[in-house]
């Protein structure tokens, strides 16, 4: 299974990463090979996922955001035909946008593309092949909820011992990994590529289940 993070690169040298399998540099210029993370939030947001699924899936770092956790939106669609072209599994996207004028474009980079796990009640979270999800500080962080077509997951990564949760990274960006992992879980547990308008059919009912 191929996961794709786009966010602010990895370091995949961090013990909570376990390693990536390859990545890439979008920026308004093109595409380059340096993805390492100087902010550490892709980081976290790999060592989220890789936490929930192990060595059972390949991650690439997709990065996007450089100085600042801030893209374009042709950054960032760039960044999804990256993923297309390159036949990942899944995508997480913590970002997302309210501006619907944007809504053509990513239908557009996502029909028959992978399947996109994003923020809910924003584009693309709110496409309707696209898993949305919102945060739930009540959530356990190996579990989910589901509730009126949204996805609730804990908006927290791996606590940090000695450090309360509170001051510790948290957000739907860690939402969005968290249940990423968790429905990485399922498909290899499924043994299936969420490719197909059967299989994610089958995988959606079996999330909401």
Known sequence: MKIAIIDSGVYAD???????????????????????????????????????????AELYAVQVFESRLSATIDTIV?????????????????????????????????????LV?????????????????????????????????????SPFPRSIPGVPRERNLHGVSFAVANMTGLVARHLADMGQSPSGFETRHKLLARLIA
């Open 117 to 153: 796990i994003s923020a809910a009640h924003r584009l693309p979270g709110d496409l309707a092949d696209v898993i949305g999800v919102a945060e739930d500080a009540d959530c356990p962080r190996d579990a989910y909820r589901y509730r009126n077509g949204v996805f609730y997951a």
């Open 14 to 56: 961090h013990p909570h990463v376990g390693g990536v399998a390859g990545g890439v540099r979008v920026t308004a210029q093109g595409l380059a090979d340096d993805f390492v993370d100087r902010l550490g939030h892709g980081t976290a947001v790999a060592g989220a996922i890789r936490e929930k699924i192990g060595m059972r």
């Open 78 to 114: 760039r960044a999804l035909a990256w993923c297309v072209e390159q036949r990942m599994d899944l995508v997480n996207l913590s970002l997302g946008t309210a501006n619907q004028a944007h809504r053509e474009k990513f239908e557009q980079v996502l029909r028959d593309g992978p």
